[in-house]
């Protein structure tokens, strides 16, 4: 729904994005636009997925080319410059510190304060209880946010991170491949975590190479083959077989 004041502009944008890797071209000329809800990213091996959201997420700077939030042109070099605007990228392995707590994690760089007697010190019972709130949104079940990251499951640190980026307003989320590791209870789990976070009105990206999970997954379906952009459907009007055509150049 538009306002009077709403202009009408992806909260995410590309236009022309170029990267190569000595002679391998690995994105080319990609322009795209993401909405809040869902948006599933597939392609065969090598087609560029991980580049394109490593592009978005701060890690790769691209060769040419620009991305756009909310209709602004932005530049980042580093993962927390683009975590800074409400960009987060979430990696099983990358986004948590196993030696902090939970709450910690939730709140890594950006801890709460109080004043006891003029002095500033870190307020883990607010932590606590924020990032306890904050993982009850995601409907998951959790052990306690002072207990160690290390004692969590794949699927449990994933949804601390997931929390960290909606406590502090992320406005784009991008997830590679997040259920790889994933059994089968905490994927079906952590996918519903992820769906209720675009329905919350975040905008969500996820690659993924498990198609029947992306189109029951998805709002929009995008393809990729050798660093381009080939496809674009709802899951309703596509299929399998369509998909498939479209990854391996036979569509
Ligand atoms: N750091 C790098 N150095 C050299 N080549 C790279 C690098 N990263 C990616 N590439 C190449 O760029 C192309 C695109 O890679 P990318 O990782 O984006 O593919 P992908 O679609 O994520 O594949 P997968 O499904 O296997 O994860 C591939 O040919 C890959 O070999
Ligand atoms: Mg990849």
Redesign the pocket.
Known sequence: MLDNNTVAVPRLAATHLSKWYGHVGALREVSVEFWPGLTGIVGD?GAG??TLLKIFSGFEVPDEGEVLLDGHPVAFHTARAARTVGIESLYQSLALVNTLSVADNVFLGRELYRRILGMRVVDRRAMRKDADDALKLLRISMPPSRVGVKQLSGGQRQAVALARAMYFGARVVLL??PTASLGPRETAAFLRIIRDTADHGETVVV?GHNLPQMLELADHLLVMRAGRIVAAFSPKETSLRELTDFMVGSA
């Open positions: 091996n997925k991980s590679d491949e690659v």
